[in-house]
T-cell receptor
């Protein structure tokens, strides 16, 4: 149990366009989901924490208007990168936590390339 | 604030060698969890182990073993008889508290392990 999926696994988009990444908990209800960003050869940096039905909490330095997070249901959170630029190219990883739990279950990641 | 330090950035060993990956953490909280994750080239994080702050027993799982020492705030990971498939980036992480509240994970910078045949 505790499987998290992400879609797409990789995406290439043109500068100025928006791209949406989905994170789904497949076999459990996730009251909290986390979005991380990882640049090549670097660590995971938490971008934001989202709780189902409420606004996401963004980490310092993360532009909330650029990285739109929606956690509309207990099994789905989406990250939309708006007006993408080449510097947004990165590996985006989500994780999900069950209600009452503390463990984070990670998705397989989405590689975004902005040309 | 919490901090995880993985001072080694890259390690290269020959197959069958033993290798230890170091992790030092900082927190003022007395209740916390420590984790190790493996990230192979595919990118997906693979959970390896979780330890809570009151459990200092060393753990062995096959070729993997972990040494948790609160006195030195360290949680080191040893791979015995390394194999090429062990080549990956290994992350140590810290979570404060035993409950879901404040579930934020603090990651170290990761150690890239290369095992040569």
């Amino acid at each position: 149990g505790a499987v998290v999926s992400q879609h797409p696994s990789w995406v290439i988009c043109k500068s100025g366009t928006s791209v949406k990444i989905e994170c789904r908990s497949l076999d459990f209800q996730a009251t909290t989901m986390f979005w991380y960003r990882q640049f090549p050869k670097q660590s995971l940096m938490l971008m934001a924490t989202s709780n189902e039905g409420s606004k996401a909490t963004y980490e310092q330095g993360v532009e909330k208007d650029k990285f739109l997070i929606n956690h509309a249901s207990l099994t789905l959170s989406t990250l939309t990168v708006t007006s993408a630029h080449p510097e947004d190219s990165s590996f985006y990883i989500c994780s999900a936590r069950r209600d009452g739990g503390y463990e984070q279950y990670f998705g397989p990641g989405t590689r975004l390339t902005v040309t | 604030a919490q901090k995880v330090t993985q001072a080694q950035t890259e390690i290269s060993v020959v197959e069958k060698e033993d290798v230890t990956l170091d992790c030092v953490y900082e927190t003022r909280d007395t209740t916390y969890y420590l984790f190790w994750y493996k990230q192979p080239p595919s990118g997906e994080l693979v959970f390896l182990i979780r330890r809570n702050s009151f459990d200092e027993q060393n753990e062995i799982s096959g070729r993997y073993s972990w040494n948790f020492q609160k006195s030195t705030s360290s949680f080191n990971f040893t791979i015995t008889a390394s194999q090429v498939v062990d080549s990956a980036v290994y992350f140590c992480a810290l979570k404060v508290g035993f409950t879901g509240a404040n579930s934020k994970l603090t990651f170290g910078k990761g150690i890239t392990l290369s095992v040569r045949p």
